[in-house]
T-cell receptor, first 110, second 113 residues
Framework: GIQVEQSPPDLILQEGANSTLRCNFSDSVNNLQWFHQNPWGQLINLFYIPSGTKQNGRLSATTVATERYSLLYISSSQTTDSGVYFCAVQVQGGSEKLVFGKGTKLTVNP | EAQVTQNPRYLITVTGKKLTVTCSQNMNHEYMSWYRQDPGLGLRQIYYSMNVEVTDKGDVPEGYKVSRKEKRNFPLILESPSPNQTSLYFC????????????FGQGTRLTVV
């Protein structure tokens, strides 16, 4: 099946720093989403981005489907950005389930 | 507000005592599914439903049942819970299965003792 690899697995930042999280996938996809799992366990939708670039406040994402990767940019990080960031994909022509990466655990210190 | 609502958020139960986790969405989505999240194993799909009265097994269906009698509701049933079903459960919905954004409920943290 498809492999979804996220890097780095762990990231520690000081408040105000910028960061880039990466998601590589091994097959063609027709859906890619980024989620933030907060310390209470909730999965928050960040971006639905099968291709192209989107921005939402301090966050932006870019997916280059032909090269099978996506990037999530966090600028001017805040302590509330802490948590685990997941990339999830749907395989093109495959089942409808989302296949998740293992996540990047982000800790933002004040 | 468009949302997926799960209940309960937290549940501690004993082995063998039947339980139901409810899931409801108000977005008129056709596709709904259940995932479980476990340390080291990530999120895995349990069951899914393409539409009313249409359900099918995901990757880890053993020990679970589902039903889809109405479009908005997709309950997860554990007929005889066991400790290996202790997990964080998520319900999700999307307009259609493919090519549409999925939205997740708040999660249900289940402990079976």
């Amino acid at each position: 099946g498809i492999q979804v690899e996220q890097s780095p697995p762990d990231l520690i930042l000081q408040e105000g720093a910028n960061s880039t999280l990466r998601c590589n996938f091994s097959d063609s996809v027709n859906n890619l989403q980024w989620f933030h799992q907060n310390p209470w366990g909730q999965l928050i939708n960040l971006f639905y981005i099968p291709s192209g670039t989107k921005q939402n406040g301090r966050l932006s994402a870019t997916t280059v489907a032909t090269e099978r990767y996506s990037l999530l940019y966090i600028s001017s990080s805040q302590t509330t950005d802490s948590g685990v960031y997941f990339c999830a994909v749907q395989v093109q022509g495959g089942s409808e389930k989302l296949v998740f990466g293992k996540g990047t655990k982000l800790t933002v210190n004040p | 507000e468009a949302q997926v609502t799960q209940n309960p958020r937290y549940l501690i139960t004993v082995t063998g005592k039947k339980l139901t986790v409810t899931c409801s969405q108000n977005m008129n989505h056709e596709y709904m599914s259940w995932y479980r999240q476990d340390p080291g194993l990530g999120l895995r799909q349990i069951y899914y439903s393409m539409n009313v009265e249409v359900t099918d097994k995901g990757d880890v269906p053993e020990g679970y049942k589902v039903s889809r009698k109405e479009k908005r509701n997709f309950p997860l049933i554990l007929e005889s819970p066991s400790p290996n079903q202790t997990s964080l459960y998520f319900c999700a919905s999307s307009l259609q299965g493919q090519n549409t954004e999925a939205f997740f409920g708040q999660g249900t943290r289940l402990t079976v003792v």
